[in-house]
């Protein structure tokens, strides 16, 4: 352990620290959706996926369609994600073939709050609702269905300091390299800057589905 770091090792020792929280905090998880939770994942375009593997290495991915095409509400108990066409690393997804439980954090943009739902997924290929998931006639290639165990509101204070919907602090260009550059030093060394500014240039967004 590097010198002047005091870990937090115990639950005890973590309370001391953040403190516990109030009971409408503590009980505020329930085990299915409400309909204003239903709501919310028709209005979602955007969420996290959790998982981690048999051993405990994690991952997170984003999925993202427009509204009402990314999360399907089969039952107050059970969800579906889809899953479009993709890198085909899907590190997430060889996790649930070893461990099923994820957890789903699912944002509305220019709201601070997220909804949030843990619970066991299943891989499933193909299903009558897929259908209600297709987006310029392409069905999803997969889709994540999980099995609802808790679900509640996340408060907005994390996206109140990060300034996240304010535009205004927004300046992508100049605090990082543009995605082609990042490709070339780190992970497409075997391709050119020009090829690389072509192939996530325009024709990029036109491969979606």
């Given amino acids: 352990m590097r010198d002047g770091w005091r870990v937090v090792d115990d639950v005890a020792a973590l309370e001391a620290v953040v403190g516990v929280p109030l009971?409408?905090?503590?009980?505020?998880?329930?085990a299915e959706l409400a309909d204003d939770d239903v709501a919310w994942l028709a209005a979602t375009p955007f969420c996290f996926v959790a998982t981690s593997d048999a051993a405990g290495n994690?991952?997170?991915?984003?999925?993202g369609d427009p509204a009402g095409s990314l999360v399907h509400v089969i039952?107050?108990?059970?969800?579906?994600?889809?899953?479009?066409?993709g890198?085909?690393?899907?590190?997430?997804?060889?996790?649930?073939?070893?461990?099923?439980?994820?957890?789903l954090d699912?944002?509305?943009?220019?709201?601070?709050d997220t909804l949030?739902?843990?619970?066991?997924?299943?891989?499933?290929?193909?299903?009558?609702?897929f259908d209600d998931l297709a987006v310029t006639g392409r069905r999803p290639i997969l889709a994540?269905?999980?099995?609802?165990?808790?679900?509640?509101?996340?408060?907005?204070?994390?996206?109140?300091?990060?300034?996240l919907w304010k535009p205004e602090t927004w300046d992508p260009e100049r605090t990082v390299p543009r995605r082609a550059v990042l490709a070339s030093?780190?992970?497409?060394?075997?391709a050119s800057l020009e090829e690389l500014d072509a192939y996530y240039g325009d024709s990029y967004g036109r491969k979606l589905y």
């Fill in 23 to 30: 009971p409408s905090t503590r009980d505020k998880v329930r």
């Fill in 58 to 63: 994690c991952d997170v991915s984003p999925k």
């Fill in 75 to 85: 039952d107050a108990r059970t969800v579906a994600i889809a899953e479009r066409p």
């Fill in 87 to 103: 890198n085909r690393r899907v590190d997430g997804y060889r996790n649930i073939l070893q461990n099923p439980h994820v957890g």
């Fill in 106 to 112: 699912c944002v509305i943009p220019g709201r601070g």
């Fill in 116 to 129: 949030r739902i843990n619970g066991r997924a299943t891989l499933v290929s193909d299903a009558p609702f």
């Fill in 144 to 163: 994540l269905v999980v099995d609802i165990d808790e679900v509640f509101h996340h408060c907005s204070k994390a996206f109140l300091r990060s300034q």
């Fill in 185 to 190: 030093r780190l992970d497409r060394r075997d």
